[in-house]
């Protein structure tokens, strides 16, 4: 079974730049999540889906994050424009069900803003 | 206060120590997950525990609900176990996963 992918794997930029990225779930798996990872600390939910819609982004800097899943399967996280603290790895999640045993994580988007 | 401290932050042992990671929570919870994190940032699922011991290989995880108390260990340990280790508890009605900070494991020759 194919597991949850992630691209890229590694994106510098530089502050003010955006950046988009992608995450393709486990076949099968109605929720999706983002999470924030900043170095020396756990990850940090950004965003949840239900299939196409948002179950929770109240973690979301919505001034400049955006993410959409719109036809329920790949997502994209976009953040427009960058600063440095955004400087961390982004996970993507998924799940059969809404409840989060059973998650499965990829292998993460390294984001270095300069 | 964090709702889920882990100790220790970081952890080196040679090669064949028994190991103990410990994690303790503030919140009522339905499940605890152990899970592996490797340089690069992928992270892989040892364990989700509501009650008990589990056991996979050399790896065990354990938890008291009353005391509101999770440990994992690693037997005969081995280089290639040297990784992040994070604790994560799902609580509450909204089903979100709660980490700790991670202990950072090195195990050496």
């Known amino acids: 079974e194919a597991g949850v992918a992630q691209s890229p794997r590694y994106k510098i930029i530089e502050k003010r730049q955006s950046v988009a990225f992608w995450c393709n779930p486990i076949s099968g798996h109605a929720t999706l999540y983002w999470y924030q990872q900043i170095l020396g600390q756990g990850p940090k939910l950004l965003i949840q889906?239900?299939?196409?819609?948002?179950?929770?982004d109240s973690q979301l800097p919505k001034d400049r994050f955006s993410a959409e899943r719109l036809k329920g399967v790949d997502s994209t996280l976009k953040i427009q424009p960058a600063k440095l603290e955004d400087s961390a790895v982004y996970l993507c999640?998924?799940?059969?069900?809404?409840?989060?045993?059973?998650?499965?994580f990829g292998p993460g988007t390294r984001l270095t803003v300069l | 206060k964090n709702e889920v401290e882990q100790s220790p932050q970081n952890l080196t042992a040679q090669e064949g120590e028994f190991i103990t990671i410990n994690c303790s929570y503030s919140?009522?919870?339905?499940?605890l997950h152990w899970l592996q994190q490797h340089p690069g940032g992928g992270i892989v699922s040892l364990f989700m525990?509501?009650?008990g011991k589990k056991k996979h290989g050399r790896l065990i995880a354990t938890i008291n609900i009353q005391e509101k108390h999770s440990s994992l260990h690693i037997t005969a340990s081995h280089p290639r176990d040297s990784a992040v280790y994070i604790c994560a508890v799902l609580s509450g009605t909204a089903s979100k996963l709660t980490f700790g900070t991670g202990t950072r494991l090195q195990v050496t020759l």
């Open positions: 999640a998924s799940s059969l069900e809404g409840a989060s045993p059973g998650q499965f």
């Open positions: 889906f239900q299939n196409n819609g948002v179950v929770d």
């Open positions: 525990l509501s009650s």
């Open positions: 919140v009522g919870i339905s499940a």
